[in-house]
């Protein structure tokens, strides 16, 4: 365990805006997508959902504290301290941070473009959740977002990969990835894929001349049944059946 005055210190989470500092609870969707997680070095006192099997808070000094196994780390937010977490989760190297797309400051220099394998920007602002379990309302009683667009970062190949096939809607970033997971992480879904094909095309196609089209797709050398994968591709809407045997775009 690291005692250096590196990781000295705790803070509360912040929103963008300066009048308030609160606690913020990482989206149920979010943690089903991407968990489960051993450890929550971050996690509040009071919490509707356990977002680890382990939780350390304000109370334990989880800078401090022996990491292990799978760690989710949304740190506090203020300056001051999230260089402190991110320099420890760099250092423990396997999990998945969530932290603002902030991504001009020295602590993303740092700790994540320069030590974390892959990242996934989220579209959109997140929801997050109070202590309540309920999203953090505005006075007029609409939900207040992030206030900023948010990042995943994964630290290690295999939350990396985690991260490339997590189905959250965002760009997917890697970045120190071996070349086999990289054009998988990018290459488009099957659905895409094959729409996109048949959408090219002029009429309706036969079956026979969609198994030839993709015979030699990368998708399709690596999956040995990859007939029966189109087939039911286009029975989930990537095609529309026209005629025994025939398929049109959709």
């Given at each position: 365990m690291t005692?250096?005055?590196?990781?000295?210190?705790?803070?509360?989470?912040?929103t963008p805006r300066r009048t308030r500092t609160d606690e913020w609870l990482t989206p149920p969707a979010v943690l089903k997508?991407?968990?489960?997680?051993?450890?929550?070095?971050?996690?509040?006192?009071?919490?509707?959902?356990?977002?680890?099997a382990h939780h350390y808070t304000i109370r334990d000094n989880g800078l401090l504290l022996p990491w292990f196994g799978r760690v989710l780390l949304n740190p506090p937010y203020l300056r001051?301290?999230?260089?402190?977490?991110?320099?420890?989760?760099?250092?423990?190297?396997?999990?998945?941070?969530?932290?603002?797309?902030?991504?001009?400051?020295?602590?993303?220099?740092r700790y994540i473009w320069e030590?974390?394998?892959?990242?996934?920007?989220?579209?959109?602002?997140?929801?997050?959740?109070?202590?309540?379990?309920?999203?953090a309302q505005r006075r007029s009683g609409r939900a207040a977002n992030a206030g900023a667009p948010s990042v995943l970062c994964a630290y290690g190949q295999r939350d990396a990969e985690v991260l490339a096939f997590c189905g959250l809607n965002g760009a997917f970033v890697p970045l120190r990835l071996p070349r086999s997971v990289v054009?998988?992480?990018l290459e488009p879904t099957w659905r895409e894929a094959i729409a996109a094909w048949m959408r090219a095309q002029r009429g309706p196609v036969v079956l026979a001349e969609i198994y030839r089209a993709f015979a030699s797709h990368p998708k399709a050398t690596a999956n040995?049944?990859?007939?029966?994968?189109?087939?039911?591709?286009l029975q989930m809407g990537a095609g529309v059946r026209v005629g025994r045997g025939q398929w049109s775009s959709s």
């Open positions: 005692t250096a005055p590196l990781f000295a210190g705790i803070g509360g989470h912040q997508a991407l968990g489960p997680f051993d450890l929550d070095p971050c996690a509040p006192i009071v919490r509707p959902w356990p977002t680890a001051t301290v999230i260089g402190k977490w991110l320099a420890r989760m760099a250092a423990h190297n396997r999990g998945i941070a969530l932290i603002f797309a902030r991504t001009e400051t020295d602590a993303f220099f030590q974390a394998s892959a990242l996934l920007f989220l579209r959109g602002r997140l929801d997050f959740h109070t202590v309540g379990g309920g999203t054009v998988l992480a040995p049944n990859y007939q029966a994968k189109i087939r039911q591709v």
